[in-house]
């Protein structure tokens, strides 16, 4: 609760980066969080990670700890992690990506999640695995059975599935059932979903929370997840004042640049909503502090 109040408390300044550690890292010799945290990610959100066999690209090979530990004391960050409600049932628009049982959320999964350390999972689906928000609406239950952390739930784009990817129904359905932050799309990143869409969710969310303690209160989280985390940096200033000035209190930035956004574009996001005296602090920071 300390870190959903501290969110809360940013007014909008907080910046989550997403990556794949498990394949491949950005550049020789550092892992991408290690280059989210440095670009000014507050929060670090590890995709495509098997809870079973976690691997993670750069860490050193002498380490004691698991993979998740090290990296987590490394960068000084609360971290996450995607876990995705597949839905074998869903009716697909193209073919179904399959997935590792350790990325899918279960109570195995979702146990696991807790030994590692993590802060908070994330309820979404990546591109071709057939995650429907009726799944997702499933899993959030599970979730708040199994994980002790926080609880992002949506979907930042349609993983293939053939269903509105958000809309206010859908986000009543999701805060209703109980999570900590409600994920939807940045304006202007997935087709039929503009600023209205997100204004429209975000004065719900807001009329939500009134007069709640910070355990009922539903962050809003805009998320950059379909390959325009690599966009120019123009391109990614405007999607961040969008996202601000509808309600965001926290934004997202993909990795679809080899398990990474181009560390640029996390500076651009954060200098944008932040302005420089606050990123140039927050990026000024040791560990220690």
């Known amino acids: 609760m300390e870190l959903k109040q501290a969110i809360l408390a940013s007014e909008g300044r907080t910046v989550m980066a997403e990556n794949v550690a498990s394949s491949s890292n950005f550049l020789a010799g550092v892992t991408n969080a290690e280059l989210e945290r440095a670009a000014g990610a507050d929060l670090i959100l590890f995709n495509a990670l098997d809870l079973f066999d976690p691997q993670i690209v750069g860490i050193p090979d002498n380490i004691e700890e698991s993979p998740v530990e090290w990296i987590k004391k490394a960068i000084g960050r609360p971290i996450g992690v995607n876990l ?24 195995k999964t979702l146990k696991q999640a807790n030994k590692l350390g993590f802060n908070f999972i994330c309820l979404t689906g990546n591109p071709g695995t057939g995650v429907t928000n009726d799944a997702i609406k499933h899993a959030i239950e599970l979730s708040r059975e199994h994980f002790d952390g926080l609880i992002i739930a949506g979907k930042m784009h349609g993983a293939g599935v053939d ?28 087709p039929y979903f503009m600023e209205q869409d997100l204004k429209e969710i975000a004065d719900y969310v807001r009329s939500h929370n009134k007069g709640k303690s910070i355990e009922d209160k539903v962050l809003l989280l805009t998320a950059n997840g379909t390959s325009q985390d690599s966009s120019d940096s123009d391109t990614i200033k405007k999607i961040a004042l969008a996202s601000k000035a509808c309600g965001a209190d926290i934004q997202h930035i993909g990795d679809s640049l080899n398990g990474i956004c181009l560390p640029e574009n996390i500076f651009a996001l954060g200098q944008a909503i932040r302005g420089y005296r606050h990123q140039m602090v927050m990026l000024g920071k040791s560990n220690l502090r």
Do not use: C, H, W
């Not at 350790?102 to 109570?107: A, E, L, Q």
């Not at 206010?168 to 939807?184: N, P």
């Open 84 to 107: 995705e409600p597949v839905d074998i049932k869903a009716s697909m628009n193209e073919a179904r990506s399959e997935i590792s049982i350790g990325r899918i959320v279960s109570p």
């Open 163 to 190: 269903e509105p990817v958000m809309n206010l129904e859908i986000a009543k359905q999701f805060v209703e059932t109980g999570i900590d932050m409600l994920l939807v799309p940045a304006p202007y990143t997935v």
